[in-house]
């Protein structure tokens, strides 16, 4: 036995035999998947899983306003031409988004505390008559509920469309709240979970499910699947744009700095011109986000940070999430926060022409 | 530090080409069946692992932004699929020993059987930290857990090592172990 165990390791790791590499199969996997994502994630949030179904059907002809959605037994389908992706929108971003919904929109109520809304997603585009959102803790509760307008479902069908026929799959709940048909997959939500949703919506109002649900939205710009968003919104600054940005963003940041570049926000995108194939969604037209986030000279305020952090060049992560915020014109603020629980977050202030970085107390992070 | 490929093969499946992107993928799938035969210690599973892997590399390639972020990328994405692996086909399988080259190399066989003895959140941190070279810190962000959990499994680790090289009476593998422990 040699003495050096990693020596040992990687040799004994060298010498096993290497199948070939199945690229045949890799490649026809990748494409099927590719053209179920294309969508984004309405494959998996606007349709709750649901079974996609061919455009060109022919079945119940009950299309209306671009959306139409099959129940029969304990499968569904869907159908979705253009719909709207928000991720971790913010409350005035959902206010407008349902302003023009085609059916009294309530939303789930009564959802265990501590739970987040992580997507909401409407189609079609400017007059949803489908919404769909998701939900998450960190005790596990994770699942999503589609709100329908009645007039787009055909609830009893006597069976899913044929031809081009989507993916099967069930057990799912639908229920009736005032003018609308809520869906949601048996996943995620415990029992007792779902019925004290069903109860609580039943007496909900509109307005009241809208307020409750906009506590379980970000009050800060969140970029990428962020695990720090509690800790980023207990320091926020009270004036100004605050934008969280996320491991994923972070390892942007030294490219867009070459470029010049602002941090986009990505948020919230538009799907167009969906067409189905084999009954998967295979191609849609997106947009690409224009809206900034962060702006240039903010990018290069949170590069700085991240040099004078001991973030060295060439490494992969800063085990962090950064917060970032200009509380006026000669200066950034940029909050370094780890991944780690036990580490403290660090603010600091960043000059907005010489870019010198300056630490602060960490009293100073707490409002 | 190019681990899975070169740069320049990375930076060209960047942009989206087809070709470039497979020829990615075969240069890769050495490595990721190795690491993921490695952490499972089951042929049969890794080539699941691997091909799954090498699918994600495929399809998601043009969502890595930089070349210099491939090779973390990578990292988390075969270990994770490992795991995904390994969870849903607990027993069974072939077990390394059968299908190595080196099932009559004495090292080697050593090497597979003191791994065995890991649970796989020990071996998972094992595995990075002494055949990857991987830094505990970047292992805490590939594996999402925090850099103390690390510490701790792979002073554990350490310690059940320690106990299997005992029993070889491998007294310059201890030595090794503990450099090893203060170095990191």
Partial sequence: ?367 | MARWAPPETVSAALTGDEAAAEQLVRTVWPGCFRLAATVIGDWSLAQDAAQEACVIVHRKIRSVRTAGAFDAWLYRIVMRESARVRRRHAGGGQPMLERSSASDDTAAVDVWRALATLSPELRDVTVLFYFDDLKSDDIAVILRIAHPTVRTRLARARERLRGLLDDYGDEPVRAHLEVKQHGF
């Fill in chain 1, 1 to 367: 036995m040699g003495s050096d165990f990693s020596a040992m390791g990687r040799s004994a790791r060298a010498l096993i035999a290497v199948p070939d590499v199945p690229l045949d199969s890799i490649r026809s996997r990748s494409h099927a998947a590719r053209a179920r994502s294309r969508m984004g994630t309405f494959g998996a949030c606007a349709a709750l899983a649901l079974a996609a179904v061919g455009a060109g059907t022919g079945v119940g002809a009950k299309i209306y306003n671009e959306v139409h959605v099959w129940l029969s037994g304990g499968q569904s389908a869907v159908l979705i031409h253009s719909g709207v992706l928000m991720r971790h929108p913010m409350g005035s971003e959902l206010r407008d988004a349902i302003a023009g919904a085609t059916f009294p929109v309530v939303f789930p109520v009564g959802v265990p505390a501590g739970t987040r809304v992580d997507m909401v997603t409407l189609a079609p585009i400017g007059h949803p008559s489908s919404i769909t959102i998701s939900y998450q803790n960190a005790a596990g509760f994770k699942t999503s509920f589609a709100l329908l307008d009645p007039a787009v479902v055909s609830a009893d069908a006597a069976q899913l469309p044929t031809g081009s026929v989507g993916i099967a799959v069930g057990p799912f709940e639908h229920w009736r709240v005032g003018g609308e048909i809520v869906l949601t997959r048996n996943t995620g939500v415990s029992l007792a979970d779902l019925n004290r949703i069903k109860a609580a919506m039943s007496t909900a109002s509109p307005g009241d499910s809208l307020a409750l649900t906009e506590t379980m939205l970000p009050t800060i710009t969140v970029l990428g699947g962020t695990v720090r968003l509690g800790i980023a919104e207990h320091n926020r600054p009270a004036n100004g744009r605050s934008v969280l940005v996320d491991e994923n963003f972070i390892r942007t940041i030294p490219a867009l700095v070459k470029r010049g570049a602002p941090l986009l926000d990505s948020r919230i995108g538009t799907i167009t011109n969906i067409t189905y194939k084999n009954g998967d969604i295979s191609t849609g037209v997106g947009r690409p986000p224009k809206d900034i986030a962060v702006s240039a000279g903010g990018v290069r305020a949170i590069y700085a940070v991240l040099r004078s952090s001991g973030v060295a060049r060439g490494r992969y992560f800063c085990g962090c999430e950064m917060l970032f915020n200009q509380p006026n014109r000669s200066t950034y603020w940029v909050w370094q926060i780890p991944m780690s629980a036990s580490s403290a977050v660090t603010k600091y202030s960043v000059d907005a022409k010489t870019f010198a970085v300056t630490r602060l107390t960490e009293g100073a992070t707490r409002r």
